[in-house]
């Protein structure tokens, strides 16, 4: 396919909003996971200082 200006890339052939709304839905979800994998780690890291404190010798 052969596009004479950006608008009519932008527009693939009239399937632009399906094509440019599914990458942005991916996009999101990529990075929606990315945060939601930093706060799990984070949490538990934290939990496991926890339980290293709790399981020192004293």
């Known amino acids: 396919m052969n596009w004479r200006s950006l608008d009519d890339f932008l527009a693939m052939g009239?399937?632009?909003l399906y094509v440019w709304g599914s990458y942005g839905v991916t996009l999101a979800a990529l990075a929606v996971e990315a945060w939601r994998?930093?706060?799990r780690l984070r949490t538990a890291r934290a939990g496991l200082a926890d339980f290293e404190d709790e399981e020192a010798p004293r």
């Open 14 to 16: 009239g399937y632009g």
């Open 37 to 39: 994998v930093r706060q």
